[in-house]
């Protein structure tokens, strides 16, 4: 499927990029033809053998599921939410 | 201008470090309509060229490179000089360390004259794609001096310096070299230490140098090379020196030809000047072996896959708050979008846009894990083919130097010159290019491709094909 306008807009957005409206196009047009090009690896597959390792992949958006753990426990927050710094130890 | 001869002169008296840096400096200033440059230390250079004097006037050896100017491509960090890789994103950034491989060159009494224009971040096989100006080939103004390396390979083959430091990732200094006329190496992976050097692709970026000889190559090389505890990748094992070649010692070489490079575009006048040179091996006693290796078709697909990949994660990091470009905007967000946007041109943009699209969860074919695997197989398939030949030899680059802005529009026929030079940067074996003839009075480059590990043995075929060209 080729790429259109609103995938790129979407990829950049995660790639924390903004391409201007009246460049869109051309991206998506350059990057359809590289992708392409890269897409030639499926086409080598199925006249060699090659490895083909399996790796899971998270989703691109997080959620309660996958989030990670916070850095600090609930209990180093004060009751605004702010952070409370542990005293260090050995100093009064 | 050859390295060794300049610090054998540096070091018995015979020539002054400052005059040598002088000269190297007033060609530098000379040649600048070349663009080979980013930014020239005159007085840097000057000032360790007095201090290397001194040494010598006291009886001290500075070292096996005493005096001999260097330039140093811009992404190589150089402590309190400008680290820009070429890009916005870094105008005005100051490097805070030294890279371990130009430390190791600078402990030996190299002098480093300048910085060296490239593609910004090293994307690009041009020298176009920099923020700063475009690099010229000296042999050819009007053409390109290829890329990533465009200034260290120009600076070399204009005369400024006899040794310049670039980067390779997919042929970033091999392809540079064979447009420009010189020799360019690409060590294995792990061979140099990347501390110090600006990531693009972290498991294929290697730093090598670029000279007019392969015996300069080759000390370079030696120096820089050996374990750093600051990049945990590089090699334990110390890389052994070649043999320099003696009467007969071509006889016995086993020269791998992989059958579909050569078969496939014998009617490529690049190919035809290489196979003349190779037929002069061969009739100096060199055996040809023809290889099957189907696989080195899927370079290029995986090569772009993986670094694009790897150069959207690396980059990642210049997000205007900590290095260089700031787009001062209300929101956070705000701030970094804009920056990144203003501050990367666009085959950067293009790199990360596309290792974004691969990498995600929306790419449903799985084509970056696939990529993994082809080069797992080309891996294999190289190992052993190498274990049957001293070195496999291809073309460096499809053509000689291609006029400016010939490729510029079209991507895909600017990464179609990687072709030759992406199967060892993804399977890491080392690789040589070397001047190997001319078509219509431009440089063509051949490649040779070493096990792993084994610099001294493509290092030392090199020297032979250079003798016989003689």
């Known amino acids: ?92 | 201008m050859n390295a060794l001869v300049v610090a054998g002169a540096v070091r018995m008296g015979n020539r002054r470090a400052v005059d040598v840096v002088d000269g190297a400096l007033k060609r530098a200033e000379a040649t600048d309509h070349l663009g080979a440059f980013t930014h020239l230390m005159p007085e840097h250079a000057r000032q360790r060229a007095a201090a290397i004097d001194a040494q010598v006037a006291r009886g001290i050896d500075p070292g096996r490179l005493a005096g001999v100017p260097i330039a140093v491509k811009d992404n190589i960090a150089h402590r309190g000089q400008p680290l820009t890789a070429a890009s916005r994103m870094l105008h005005g950034h100051v490097a805070a360390e030294t890279a371990t491989a130009l430390a190791r060159l600078e402990a030996e009494g190299a002098i480093v004259i300048g910085r060296t224009n490239m593609d910004e971040f090293g994307m690009g096989s041009s020298g176009e794609h920099s923020a700063v100006r475009p690099t010229r080939n000296p042999l050819d103004p009007t053409r390109v001096p290829g890329g990533s390396s465009s200034g260290s390979a120009a600076a070399v083959a204009a005369g400024v310096v006899p040794i310049a430091l670039g980067s390779d990732t997919g042929g970033s200094v091999r392809q540079p070299a064979s447009f420009c006329g010189v020799v360019g190496l690409k060590p294995t992976y792990g061979r140099v230490s990347r501390s110090g050097l600006i990531a693009f692709g972290s498991s294929l970026d290697q730093i090598g140098p670029i000279a007019r000889s392969v015996a300069d190559v080759a000390v370079v090389t030696a120096i820089m090379a050996g374990p750093d505890p600051l990049d945990s990748t590089t090699l334990a094992a110390p890389m052994t020196m070649p043999e320099v070649p003696q009467r007969g010692s071509i006889r016995g070489l086993r020269v791998g030809l992989p059958r579909r490079i050569w078969d496939d575009a014998h009617d490529s006048p690049v190919h035809a000047a290489l196979t003349a040179r190779i037929d002069r091996l061969a009739a100096h006693g060199a055996t040809l072996v023809p290889l099957d290796l189907p696989i080195l078709e899927a370079a290029i697909p995986a090569y772009y896959l993986l670094t694009s990949a790897e150069a959207a994660s690396n980059l990642s990091r210049f997000d205007g708050l900590r290095f260089g470009q700031r787009a001062a905007r209300d929101a956070l967000n705000d701030t970094v979008t804009a920056s990144r946007s203003e501050g990367f041109g666009a085959e950067v943009q293009r790199r990360i846009l596309l290792g974004t699209f691969s990498l995600s969860e929306g790419f449903s074919s799985d084509l970056f894990h696939r990529a993994n695997g082809v080069r797992t197989t080309m891996r294999a398939a190289l190992e052993e083919a190498l274990s049957d030949v001293d070195a496999i030899a291809t073309p460096t680059a499809p053509t000689t130097a291609f006029p400016l802005g010939e490729k510029t529009r079209d991507p895909v026929a600017m990464y179609q010159s990687d072709i030759y030079t992406t199967p060892p940067s993804l399977t890491g074996h080392p690789a040589l290019s070397i001047p190997a003839g001319r078509v219509d009075g431009l440089p063509v480059g051949l490649q040779l491709i070493g096990s792993h590990g084994d610099e001294a043995g493509i290092l030392h075929l090199g020297m032979v094909i250079a003798a016989l060209s003689q």
């Open chain 1, 1 to 92: 499927m080729p790429i259109d306008s609103l995938t790129v807009q979407r990829i950049a957005s995660l790639a924390r990029l903004e391409i201007p409206d009246e460049r869109v196009a051309d991206v998506a047009a350059d990057m359809d033809r590289v992708v392409a090009l890269m897409r030639r690896i499926e086409a080598f597959e199925q006249t060699h053998d090659t490895e083909r390792p399996a790796a899971p992949r998270r989703v691109d958006s997080t959620d309660a599921a996958t989030r990670a753990p916070p850095a600090l426990p609930p209990e180093h927050r004060d009751e605004t939410g702010a952070v409370v710094v542990p005293p260090i130890k050995g100093k009064s």
